[in-house]
């Protein structure tokens, strides 16, 4: 420990969303002590996280400006059916630049590294090396839980650098090509394109269960990069995803699973998009909002979390039924229209889709049509996810 000052607030993993509440804390509250407890060698894992610019509010982007590593202006789709360019910003962040950053603004011996947490309570942590640390409150920012109280599918994907030999001439990221092979359900690669010779490739893809083949998916990348007209060769960086996509379950039960009375974010405390798994918006939005609270003791921690966790539960109930939708509504080979349907409507409805803020009209558009189902059916379906009949 730097000191022998009493910790205000001990923060279990330190990896996006623990990361982003000890940055925000750091800036908003500098006189608070704040620990952060990570059992990796370095805080944020092995992570590119990218998020479109609309995802995170005006106000709130100076938390993340500091680890964004490349942006661009504009992003693309392609669909067997059609390409477009969308003309909202993207953003990747690293998680080398959240560790830098951590390293940065705590100061020396307040970021515990290689330090497993075993026991979480609201103002106390065990480690696994015995030690307990006492603290005025704690979070606890580990990753997903248990998640078996939940209705889940998986997107999976494997991401690689590529150095090409030439200059491959993308300018700017390709979040979904499903112009690939469809056989097994919904499958995309994504790109994007980290300098005039190197690309992230990534293969993706919807499915029940969360088994990952990664040698095929690397030989797919592989296969895909040839495809496109790039001599390339692999890069220093490979990172592998089991996201979880949800479609129901018993929220209450997943709270309750692990670290019982202690404040949760992240994954841990289910702050994720239900269609796409991605957390970046709600964990910025989460990590400003501790910062503003008046009083950080473990028991307010948790009673906040918990009500922003179940309003966050309860504004998903549209993305999980799109989510049962993709999954059980349209065979696999079928999945991929309901997307390319998606991505010919309007460029701000679909970065509100992605922010998770769409507007009831932004939900009616989306499921009437053809596909994926017809109004009335819609309307009903819509009213169940939002457990009140819409008149
Ligand atoms: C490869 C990959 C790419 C992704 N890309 C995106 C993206 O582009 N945009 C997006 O919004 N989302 C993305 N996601 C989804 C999601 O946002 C990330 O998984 C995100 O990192 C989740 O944040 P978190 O803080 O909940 O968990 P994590 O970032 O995984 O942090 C949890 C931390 O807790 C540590 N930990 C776990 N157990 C213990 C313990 N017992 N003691 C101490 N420390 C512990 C872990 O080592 C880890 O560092 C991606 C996920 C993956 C896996």
């Known amino acids: 420990m730097s000191s022998e000052r009493p910790i205000d607030i001990a923060i279990a993993g330190g990896g996006l969303a623990g990361g982003l509440i000890a940055l925000a804390l750091r800036a908003r509250r500098p006189e608070l002590r704040v620990v952060v407890i990570e059992s990796g060698a370095n805080a944020g894992g092995n992570h590119i996280w990218s998020c479109f610019e609309h995802d995170v509010a005006l106000a709130d982007r100076w938390l993340i400006e500091p680890l964004i590593v490349h942006g661009w202006g504009e ?3 392609r669909f067997p059916s059609f390409e477009r360019n969308l003309p909202g910003g993207y953003a990747s962040l690293s998680s080398e630049r959240l560790d830098a950053a951590l390293r940065d603004a705590l100061p020396p011996g307040d970021l515990l590294l290689g330090a497993r947490v075993t026991g979480l309570m609201p103002t106390c942590v065990t480690l696994a090396d ?4 006492e603290a005025g409150g704690v979070v606890d920012c580990r990753g997903p839980g248990d998640l078996g109280a939940l209705d889940l599918g998986w997107q999976k994907f494997v991401g690689m650098s590529m150095k090409t030999d030439a200059p491959h001439g993308l300018t700017h990221p390709v979040i979904m090509d499903a112009t690939v092979d469809q056989s097994e359900g919904y499958r995309f690669v994504y ?7 190197e690309l992230f490739i990534e293969d993706t893809y919807y499915t029940a269960g969360p088994e990952l083949a990664v040698d095929a998916l690397k030989a797919r990348i592989a296969d895909y990069a040839a495809a496109q007209g790039w001599t390339s060769t692999p890069g220093d960086r490979i990172e592998t995803g089991v996201l979880p996509v ?5 929220f209450e039960r997943y709270w309750r699973a692990s670290s019982r009375g202690v404040a949760k974010a992240g994954l841990r405390g289910g702050f994720f998009h239900a269609m796409t798994g991605y957390s970046l918006p709600d964990a910025v939005r989460v990590a400003l909002h501790l910062a503003a609270m008046p009083h950080l003791s473990g028991a307010a921690l948790h009673e906040r979390t918990l009500a922003m966790a179940r309003a966050h539960w309860r504004g998903q ?4 039924l799109l989510a049962t939708m993709l999954f059980r509504a349209a065979e696999p080979a079928e999945r991929w229209r309901i997307l390319a349907r998606f991505y010919r409507l ?3 409805l679909i970065g509100r889709f992605y922010a998770g803020r769409s507007s009831l009209i932004d939900k009616l558009r989306v499921l009437i049509g053809r596909p994926p189902v017809p109004i009335g059916r819609a309307i009903q379906a819509l009213g169940r996810a939002s457990g009140a009949p819409i008149t």
């Open 75 to 77: 992003h693309a789709v």
């Open 346 to 348: 309007d460029p701000k």
């Open 130 to 133: 015995g030690r307990t640390l």
């Open 317 to 320: 109930a549209y993305y999980r």
């Open 191 to 197: 790109v994007l394109p980290l300098s005039a010779s």
């Open 246 to 250: 949800c479609m129901g379950g018993d």
